[in-house]
């Protein structure tokens, strides 16, 4: 499961998790479809099935909530990157990563990439969230390179960087142009060049 499928469907568990939980993870949600400037605290509360007051028992402002949803991104990153540990080879953790995002392109096509569209947003502020942002985006960074190493490779950074980056650019132009086959052309291509890295 890709990071874009948990944000679009993290908060219908209901209520089998708690409130402070499914506000962060409804709060993932609605800023990845409405972006942070559109939300309201009201926005986040409806698709978390909670009270609008009862926010404010567990987030004072709407910048504790984005917080909150950053966090949610990163305990689900953790969660992905166990589960890609599981494949034994490096080549087939990352084409499997790259799957991942081929088979959310609808969602990409609709609002983009979660971490990435959200990371360019709070660029734009100053109150330290970017920073933040940045700290997850880096963790898959990092596990990127380390699967390049795992392949022996002595580039493994720019490699990685690279990935990272054919990645988000092309979630940008599929969001841009609403075309999620922009996204299979290019999960294609990225998987014929992981082959070649070997």
């Known amino acids: 499961m890709s990071i874009l499928s948990w944000v679009t ?26 972006g942070a400037e559109k939300t309201t605290l009201a926005d986040i509360a409806r698709v978390a099935d909670v009270p609008v007051g009862n926010v404010y028992y567990y987030f004072k402002t709407k910048d504790q909530l984005i917080e909150a949803a950053i966090d ?18 490096p080549e087939e953790r ?8 081929v088979d959310q392109r609808d969602v990409a096509a609709k609002y983009g990439c979660p971490t990435g ?3 360019s947003e709070l660029d734009k502020r ?16 990092d ?23 054919a990645y988000q650019g092309i ?16 999960g ?5 060049w992981i082959d070649s890295l070997t």
């Open 9 to 34: 469907n993290s908060t219908r568990s209901g209520s089998r998790s708690g409130k402070r939980e499914r506000l962060a993870n409804a709060a993932a949600r609605v800023l990845h479809e409405q």
């Open 72 to 89: 949610a991104h990163a305990r689900r990153l953790d969660e992905m990157l166990t589960e890609l540990a599981e494949l034994p080879a």
């Open 94 to 101: 990352l084409k499997t990563l790259i799957r991942g995002w």
């Open 117 to 119: 569209t959200l990371a």
């Open 126 to 141: 100053d109150d330290g969230l970017d920073r933040v942002i940045a700290e997850v985006m880096g963790v898959l960074l």
């Open 143 to 165: 596990w990127a390179e380390r699967q390049f190493q795992a392949m022996g490779r002595g580039d493994a950074r720019e490699l990685a960087v690279a990935l990272i980056a």
């Open 171 to 186: 979630s940008l132009l599929t969001n841009t142009f609403r075309d999620p086959e922009l996204m299979t052309v290019e």
């Open 188 to 192: 294609r291509r990225l998987e014929r």
